[in-house]
T-cell receptor, first 114, second 113 residues
Framework: AQSVSQHNHHVILSEAASLELGCNYS??????LFWYVQYPGQHLQLLLK??????LVKGIKGFEAEFIKSKFSFNLRKPSVQWSDTAEYFC????????????FGAGTILRVKS | EPEVTQTPSHQVTQMGQEVILRCVPI?????FYWYRQILGQKVEFLVS????????KSEIFDDQFSVERPDGSNFTLKIRSTKLEDSAMYFC???????????FGPGTRLTVL
């Protein structure tokens, strides 16, 4: 069965530090990959997505993610975090062979200290 | 920017009662989904709906659950006889095409006493 692993449950960074959140998936087919963000008190918002093409995808608010097929990974990065990036980040995957339901990772809570 | 909306934001019910959770997907979207998140656990898929029928459902989505699109704008999730373990945050999502990103509503927190 397909699954998604996020390596860190809690991350604490100072403003201007660089961010990398790990995501690995187990999936036996062509994948679509997503990162969602949930700011405190708000709903899940799509941060970025990968379907095909350039494995380095850029999303909103300066975030990017790199799909490395050989490592089954889709790590999220941001060169310099801000206090307003404090949120929970979810990696998710779907694919045609398994229907289009999203399979989510457990989420990573990011706290940025000002 | 259009958004998915959900009502109510919080529903408290007694065990064994029926609840209906409501969602208004983005208007030109064709695919609709329900997910839930039990406190401290992952977001889990419940059901997907397209062309007025269920296209996929998970093991969680048993006979106690049903979905409906009664009027072309609302998308509802009904739990016939709630159990304590149904307490969770329920998210509705919609997408324009199967392969595009899904847009989520703010969720309904269901508390079963």
């Amino acid at each position: 069965a397909q699954s998604v692993s996020q390596h860190n449950h809690h991350v604490i960074l100072s403003e201007a530090a660089s961010l990398e959140l790990g995501c690995n998936y187990s999936y036996g087919g062509t994948v679509n990959l997503f990162w969602y963000v949930q700011y405190p008190g708000q709903h899940l918002q799509l941060l970025l997505k990968y379907f095909s093409g350039d494995p380095l995808v850029k999303g909103i608010k300066g975030f990017e993610a790199e799909f490395i097929k050989s490592k089954f990974s889709f790590n999220l990065r941001k060169p310099s975090v801000q206090w307003s990036d404090t949120a929970e980040y979810f990696c998710a995957v779907n694919g045609k062979e398994y229907g289009n339901k999203l399979v989510f990772g457990a989420g990573t809570i990011l706290r940025v200290k000002s | 920017e259009p958004e998915v909306t959900q009502t109510p934001s919080h529903q408290v019910t007694q065990m064994g009662q029926e609840v209906i959770l409501r969602c208004v997907p983005i208007s030109n979207h064709l695919y609709f989904y329900w997910y839930r998140q039990i406190l401290g656990q992952k977001v889990e898929f419940l059901v997907s709906f397209y062309n007025n029928e269920i296209s996929e459902k998970s093991e969680i989505f048993d006979d106690q659950f049903s979905v409906e699109r009664p009027d072309g704008s609302n998308f509802t999730l009904k739990i016939r006889s709630t159990k304590l373990e149904d307490s969770a945050m329920y998210f509705c999502a919609s997408s324009k095409l199967e392969t595009l990103g899904q847009f989520f509503g703010p969720g309904t927190r269901l508390t079963v006493l």
